[in-house]
């Protein structure tokens, strides 16, 4: 049980944190999901790129994998607030 724990602990804690610390980015751009969703959103989604990332390359805590859940959150994030122009 603690390896699963460790295992989705960064995810955990960026679908957590997220949220939170990008409603102090300037702009009025607000999301259109709830904590809760958009909490669930990054997490699952976290949890995709770890899987992925022991999955491709033989172990868990590799620097690229966290580089890909890094980046994959934010892209999620950006997502939901509607960051794109227009």
Do not use: C, E
Not at 4 to 9: E, G, L, P, R, Y
Not at 22 to 31: C, E, N, Q, T, Y
Not at 32 to 43: N, V
Not at 69 to 80: D, G, K, N, P, Y
């Amino acid at each position: 049980m603690n390896h699963v724990v460790n295992f989705a602990a960064p995810a955990l804690w960026l679908a957590l944190l997220l949220p939170w610390l990008v409603r102090f980015l300037p702009g009025k751009k607000s999301s259109r999901f709830s904590l809760t969703t958009q909490f669930a959103l990054i997490f699952l989604s976290g949890l995709v790129v770890l899987a992925l990332g022991l999955a491709l390359l033989g172990q868990d805590g590799k620097m690229m994998t966290y580089l890909g859940l890094v980046v994959t959150a934010a892209t999620v994030q950006w997502f939901m607030r509607k960051g794109w122009p227009g």
